[in-house]
Each structure stands twice: as C-alpha cells, then as structure tokens.
C-alpha cells in the first residue's frame, strides 16, 4: 500500500469524527433551543446550521464560502414558511472571551463581505475587509454595538431592510447559564433583522419579558448565581436603572458637545448609551443614585450584598450589547 494511500485512508476516520463532533453539538444546540422563550436569535424556530471552516483570516476564500452559504440561508423554505435563524458553527470550541471576541468579529466581517459579494458591490465588499465599513459604531470595550450583516436600518426607521440579519454570538465560557449568551457549545446565531422589529412593535410584553431575563442573568454571572435577588421588585424598579443609564449619557454627550442635556439631540440608542455609562466617572452616577436611593429598593439591597458601586451593579444588568460580550469579571 502506499504513502499516499494510507494517508487518505488514514484521514477518512479523522474526518468522520469531526463530523459526528459536529452533529453531535448541533443536536445538543437544537435541543438547547427548543427549551428557550426568547426573541433573541437563538429563540425556537426553523434553523438551518452550517458547520465553517477554521477563519482565523480575511480572504476571499472565505468571502466565496460565506456567499454561496448566504444564498442558501435566504432561499431555505420548510413547509413555505422561511427559515428564519441561520447558526454558524465554529470549527473549534472556543477556550476565553478573548479568543470568541476576535473570531466572533472576523466571521462578522466576512459575512458583512459576503453580503456585498452577492451584491456586486466591490467598494464595499473591499470596506467589510478592511473592517471599514460607514455606520458601525463600537463600545468601551471595542465590541461592535450594531452588529448587522447587510444593510444598516435607518434610527427610528419604521421598517428595516429584509435581507438584513441581526448578529450574535453565544459560548459554553459564561459562569451562569442564567446569562443570556450562554450556550452549551459555541455558536453563531443570525436572524432576520425586521423579527426583531415586528416583534418591539407587535409584541412589546415578549421583548419586555426578554429584557428583564438578559437584566436578571447579568447580575448573575458578574456577582454570582447565589445572589438575592427578590425578581418581582427587580422587575418593577429597573425601569429606572434603565433611565438613569440614558440620563447619564444625555449629560455625557452634553459636556463634549457643550450643549443642554436635555436637547432632543443627545438621546441614543441604549446600546450607546451603556457604552457611555460605563465611561462616565463614578460620581456622576452616584449623584444619580443618590438622588432616587429611596425608590431603588433593589439596588440599595445590592449593594449590601456586593459591596459594588451603583454604577458597576446597573452595568451588569445591561450587558448585552455588542457582537460578544466580556463580562466585566
């Protein structure tokens, strides 16, 4: 028998077991799935799932893959119904938040290309390579705070470009799995963008109800799944977490701009907004707390418990934003 012979015979196990790796995690993924009520892109609903190659690069390569995938995604039908969640496998499990925020960003990027690849447009698909492309705006941490694949919504538009799909990433590296980007494997979920729209204004109690779970596993996986946390009183009071985050921003805007910080202009999208929280100095926020301490029963109890500054608590209920988060460990 030959080299090369027992080279190919020798590769068709290996192979095969990377194979069955594979569909091993996509059926503890789908299982995973269909337990979980959520708007969010890894929510039920028909999936189609696509195991990618090792992308620790930008090449055209790539770019072709990712295309003739894409194509796919927007045709899949099931029944006449549109398969609306398209989840990207990654080669390898990832092993720290680092390494899923760098190859999160870098398939984000290719797909962006692959995007403009079946659009003919070479200017653009040359900007998503060079990660340049206009409108994407990022956070404290440089993580990516509107993080869709195709064409941008306009703010405040009253619909969103079809084609567009919403981006995330989930991984197994969280401590709890009451954190709302916790999966038993590491996964990259897409959805159509316009779900998320339709769903705000159709059915606000659905996204209400999301919000509050990402606020209740963010304060779980920064401070512990032990946490007192009475869920009810939780429920009513973080409204007003929420809106000191904005204010805060308002003020953070209006200092760099120098104009009044209750100008119609300086309000943001809560993803900029948090961004902007997490960089105001402490004191500001405290003044904040201060201010409202007799209606921020929750906070207060906290706080106790913690001994975390108001700031650093109110953060960790809203840290969602972005293509990966790192939790603030």
Known sequence: MSAQLQVQLGDQPIQKTKQLAAHAREQEIRGWIARKESVCPYAPGLARFVQLPEMTILTMQH?????????????????????GRWMLMPAFEWTSHEQAHFEAEQVFWLLNAAYYHLKNDKKKLKAALNRDLPGYNRGYMSEILNPIVGKLPQLNADSVPPNSLFYSALSPLYKSKQFYRYSPHCIIPLVYADEFHELKTKHPKVTENVCFDIAKGGLYELFGDDLDLNLEAFRRELPLWGAIIDRVAEIFRASATGKCSHDESLKGCPASNLALFRLCQTNLVNQFYEKYADYLDVLNSLIDQTRAAPGKIIAASFAGSGLYTIPDY
Do not use: C, I, P, T
């Open 63 to 83: 770019v072709y893959f990712l295309a003739k995938e894409l194509k796919a995604f927007y045709q899949a039908r099931e029944n006449g119904k549109r398969v």
